[in-house]
């Protein structure tokens, strides 16, 4: 199991950038399996021309910065997004945003089947894979089944064996090299201000019993990193910043303790609600 690391990675395959984005998932289940999959992407335009840029260096088309949030609401990318999310997966509206200075959309699927879903664990995917810099993705999968009280089980994607490449890309390196200087917190706090990445599942009705690590009245945090809460504990930080070279059970001990990181701990999550 190494879900929460994967949203870790691939947070951190993004921290060079400066600027900041934020995406929100939400899944919503009802009684009989069906619901919605509501989006929201909002990007600094620091962080869209960085991504242009590193687009462009994998052969994309040239940056051209554009402050009209409609610029950044693709529909036709977004339907198409609907197609790889599994079978049924329908877009069913979106709307361009423009919030605190920041640039994006929000975006509504719905779905007949939940288990016929397959959704990307870590919402920053497409983001990597706009920007070239890959297009693995670890997906999620849910059973359930209806009654008086439904049950929904979300799986997580299993552990992969780490690859010769990643150890040999710290092979050599000190022991202390995950440790962030003073003045690279200041300036991280600065670049990185306003970042945050969420996906929760919200059912139609009550939990009458969960295992969820997070719950808060019908709703269950699956993952939720917020940077803003992060930079303001030093020792959260430099825990976060190590985490990407630890072991998945190495990382939740070290983060889960601190405000600002939701991860949920299981391997699958049962939700039973009515």
Known sequence: MKKIKLV????????????????????NVNKDGSGTIEE?????????NQMKQMATSFGGG????????????????????????????????SKPMEKDGKLGYHVIYSFNDITKIKIDENPADNMMSSSGMGEDKEDM????????????TIIFPEEEVEDEYDEMEYEDEPED?????????QMMKAMYAGMKIS????????????????????????????FDVIMENEKAFQALAGSKEST??????SMQKFPGFKADINEEVIIKFK
């Open 8 to 27: 870790i990675i691939g947070v951190f395959l993004l921290l060079f950038l400066s600027g900041c984005f934020q995406i929100e998932r939400v899944i």
């Open 40 to 48: 929201t992407m909002l990007m600094s335009q620091d962080f869209i």
């Open 62 to 93: 040239e940056i051209e910065e554009n402050k009209d949030e409609s610029a950044y609401h693709n529909v036709d990318d977004l339907k198409k997004d609907a197609l790889k999310m599994g079978e049924g997966v329908k877009y069913v509206s």
């Open 141 to 152: 999968y849910f059973k359930f089944k209806k009654g008086k009280t439904a049950e929904l």
């Open 177 to 185: 090299n995950a440790a962030v200087s003073d003045q690279d917190l």
């Open 199 to 226: 996906v929760k599942v919200k059912v139609d009705g009550k939990i009458v019993d969960t295992n969820a690590t997070h719950k808060d009245k019908n709703v269950v945090t699956l993952s939720e990193i917020d």
């Open 248 to 253: 998945d059970e190495e990382m939740k001990k």
